[in-house]
């Protein structure tokens, strides 16, 4: 890519990340690396003053979040921006600065010092508050550091004009606020995978965004850029024909929009009368309004670690169950698949890291159900709320990361028990509560038909069985074009997995990235999969494809596609048997 501004059209390919067309006026964050640079000191009085002004800055952007936050997504969130308020001032932190500069630093290393070291005392002590804490501080520098260097910060978003957010890599935190900002309008990103949880949460929140894009000086604040989240590119410094091409692509997008909304109470069938049930994703109760909007009709997949992230303990039986209960009244009489804590790897809940420690291979360390295992207590807790919560709607229960039949006995045996207890303190419990587990790990997809006679149900998590046969980092954007969810591998274990639920009459549902793309849904529907769980918005564009399909072609498609030797052959046919469809 050339490497300067230029009025020249400028056409980058990366990699789509959350669907749709965006165009708006670049505004980069996260700018400059948060390290020292060596820069003389000017003047020592200048840095303090200059301080000051930075500090007051941090606070009045950390009041404008906390308030919109409030407002939208109510004052729990809010509260770590209140916090952080409090943080800014402490004098630990401040003197920690001053201190440096009075050494003669400049105040951009003074802050980077300070901050590390402070982070890294937290860091030392073995307690995961602390551990919670040494995060807080490390953001709190950085929203200093940004106001310094002339960063700019998402709370800075005007509502003068329509943006897209540029930046190297975006924190859930920051892609969760976006959601309040109506004007931006797309996202593009150096880092972060499909199956990141930023790009989940952008999907959730309807923001065209596409990722693996090089930063260089062209990426400036003000300049026009288009944002194709289906194609996964990006256009820079367009010509006015591209411009009027690209503004008649989005009024088409609201056109499709409008009628898809069209959709929402009809039944989600093939054309020959093949029923898939189409369910959302989420990571909060107050999601389930979203998937009932779309039109969908359960839960496949409630994220249950986001009640544990951004705190400093476990949240407590109460606390799980309010969340539990909440869901399935609002779902009701639909079914809520509830996922047990899924923590490690990707997923940081700097608590659990705490108790974990230090692991080389995260992804394939304590993870997930391998947590529950070691920590019966916390298992136990959430098996406990989980349990009351049954008396309010149509729960099932899912476990992630299951490669054995033991974990599930274990599980079993352990529900079982909290069942009881819940009762035996005057608890209402369900009649029945369906216990399955995640199909994400290439072991299970291979001894499906072991597992399969000891659960109700599977659901297949794509994300992570994409990664894990081909061993492949899901979150690095350097692998990305190995990460290829059509490979002939995963083809054969989806089918290996399809054939085993089969047998044991079990249901078949899907609740990873892959539930939601198009293109994989004549297969899903070859396959005979009961259930797809995906981001709410996907829904409608879902059931359009699927009511034009019909069973007999999606299998003589699956034949030819199983004979075939590469993911990226597979991708062109999925697509050629789309475009046949269109229209
Ligand atoms: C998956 O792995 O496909 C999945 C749905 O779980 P997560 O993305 O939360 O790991
Ligand atoms: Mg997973």
């Known amino acids: 890519m050339n490497s300067l501004a230029s009025s020249e059209q400028l056409t980058v390919k990366g990699l789509p990340i959350s669907p749709g067309l965006a165009k708006g006026v670049i505004l980069r964050i996260h700018q400059r690396p948060f390290q020292q640079t060596g820069a003389p000191q000017v003047n020592s009085e200048y840095d303090k003053q200059r301080f000051r002004e930075a500090q007051e800055k941090a606070i009045e952007q950390l009041k404008a979040l906390a308030d919109s936050t409030k407002a939208t997504l109510g004052p729990e969130k809010a509260a770590i921006f209140d916090a952080h308020q409090l943080m800014i001032q402490d004098p630990m932190l401040v003197d920690a600065i001053l201190a440096a500069i009075m050494q003669g630093q400049c105040l951009e290393d003074a802050v980077v010092e300070a901050t590390l070291s402070i982070k890294a005392q937290f860091d030392a002590l073995d307690d995961p508050y602390f551990k919670e804490r040494a995060a807080d501080i490390l953001d709190i520098g950085q929203r200093l550091f940004r106001i310094i260097t002339g960063g700019e910060d998402i709370s800075q978003i005007d509502d003068k004009q329509d943006y897209v957010i540029v930046t190297d890599e975006l924190a859930p935190s920051d892609a969760a606020v976006l959601g309040i900002k109506r004007n931006v309008k797309g996202v593009v990103t150096a880092q972060g995978g499909p199956t990141s949880h930023s790009a989940i949460l952008l999907k959730a929140l309807e923001i065209p965004a596409v990722s693996g894009i090089p930063m260089d000086d062209s990426f400036q604040r003000g300049n026009t850029i288009l944002v194709d989240g289906v194609g996964g590119e990006v256009i820079l410094f367009p010509s006015r024909e591209v411009e009027e091409a690209f503004d008649r692509r989005i009024k088409a997008q609201e056109e499709t929009r409008l009628r898809l909304k069209e959709l929402k109470g009809k039944p989600s069938v093939t054309k020959d009368g093949i029923s898939v049930l189409l369910f959302g994703n989420i990571a ?121 039949l033991w974990e599930i006995r274990t599980a079993r045996a352990m529900l079982a028990e909290a069942v009881l207890s819940v009762k035996d303190a005057g608890h209402k419990v369900a009649e029945n509560i369906d216990l399955g587990i995640m199909i994400e790990v290439p072991a299970a997809a291979a001894s499906a038909h072991v597992l399969a006679k000891e659960v109700d149900f ?91 399909l019909t069973k007999d072609r999606c299998l003589e498609l699956f034949q030819k596609v199983r004979s075939m030797d590469s993911g990226s052959s597979i991708r062109e046919e999925l697509t050629r048997f789309m475009e046949e469809h269109q229209g």
């Open 284 to 404: 909060s109760p107050k999601d389930t309004q979203k998937v009932l909007n779309f039109g969908g009709t359960g839960v496949g997949l409630f994220r249950t670690e986001f009640l544990f992230m951004g705190r400093s303990d476990s949240p407590s039986e109460e606390e799980q169950f309010q969340a539990y209960s909440e869901a399935l009244k609002s779902m009701a009489p639909h079914p809520v698949i509830i996922r047990t804590l899924d923590a490690g790897g990707d997923k940081d809940v700097p608590y659990i890291k705490g108790l974990v420690g230090e692991e080389a291979n995260p992804f394939l360390g304590l993870r997930a159900i391998r947590i529950c295992m070691e920590y019966r207590e916390i298992f136990m807790t959430q098996l406990r709320a989980l349990a009351r919560a049954s008396a309010f709607g149509n729960l099932k229960i899912m476990l992630p990361m299951v490669t054995s």
């Open 458 to 548: 599977f659901s297949v998590g794509t994300n992570d069985l994409v990664q894990y046969t081909l061993a492949v980092d899901r979150q690095n954007p350097r692998l990305l074009q190995w990460y290829e969810p059509f490979h002939p591998a995963v083809i054969a274990l989806l089918e290996n997995t399809a054939r085993a639920a089969h047998e044991a009459n079990i249901e078949l549902g899907m609740c990873g990235e892959m539930a939601g793309d198009p293109l994989a849904l004549p297969l899903l529907v070859a396959l005979g999969f009961h259930e797809l769980s995906m981001s709410a918005p996907r829904i409608p564009w879902i059931q359009d494809y699927l009511m034009r």
